[in-house]
């Protein structure tokens, strides 16, 4: 019998693709956001709203995770941006395998940012790094305040925390204050942008917010 | 259900190691999961005893050593158990804290023949 001392990353092979996937980000000088949430919370609504705002000033490309169908990547396409559908088939997230793929798929010189739209899944996303730069992270006002205490890890890794259907807050029972008081001691660093794609209200916020990031990893 | 992505990763270190040392057979196996690496222990025992049939590990034992989840605080100079991803000092009350364990996710050990 031999005893092996193995201490090695279970992730280790995830990890190196997406080492590989991010050095080719960075040499074509990507700014790359992996956006999260559980199903229907909206974040395909705010990637229209975001395309339709800055596709005239950002090279937009968007890889599409969805189990099945390719409904929400028809959406984004019909924006005219460059769209990849990844459907994972069952899968609950999106890994290094599958981004190498779709990177394989998009003109790269033809894009500043590169949107990532994860599975609709509040857990198992967060335990795989596509390599992005950003993590944003929507949850929706009909879903409840408690999301971010109950799935913490997601939350935990936000840059930035959406919270979206803001318009319904008066039609639900979501508290505001105990929303922001858990972001608050779950990742202090989180910015909060409110936003509702009925009324447009935080769109522009976001998009501010997403304009100084560019700029600052592709300078002029 | 990302524990049968963790697993088959796991399990595919495993099998890669286990050749590079010469083992015919695993007999057991332990990894360290930490309480904030977002996997759960029963969910991964469970595809491991899939996952491992008809290889070398098959049968093997697949232990599973959770780790607590700890940080500590710089300006009271302790260390303190995290209760969920809230790694607030119990002292002063600080956010601001270093995380020390609990996001550990790898093999530790492995024994065959």
Redo the contacts between chains.
Sequence with gaps: ??????????????DELTRENKKLMNQKGLYVINLMSSPGSGKTSILEKVIARLKNEVKIAVIEGDLYTTKDAERIEAHGVQVVQINTEG???L?GQMIRNALSHLNLEETNLLIIENVGNL??P???ELGEDLIITVLSTTEGNDKP?KY??M??KSGIVILNKVDLVPYTNFNKDEFHKDI?????KANIIETSCVTGQGIDELCSWLKEKISISNPV | MHEAAIVESALELILAKAEEHHLTKIRRITAKVGELSGALPEAMQFVFLNASQGTIAEGSDFIIEQVEATASCGSCDITFPIRFYHPVCPSCGGLDNQVLTGYELYIDTMEGD
């Design positions: 019998m031999s005893s092996i001392k193995v201490v090695t990353n279970i992730l280790k092979v995830n899968g609950c997230h890994d857990i198992c967060a335990s795989f205490q913490p890890r939350f935990e608050q001691e779950i990742n202090p």
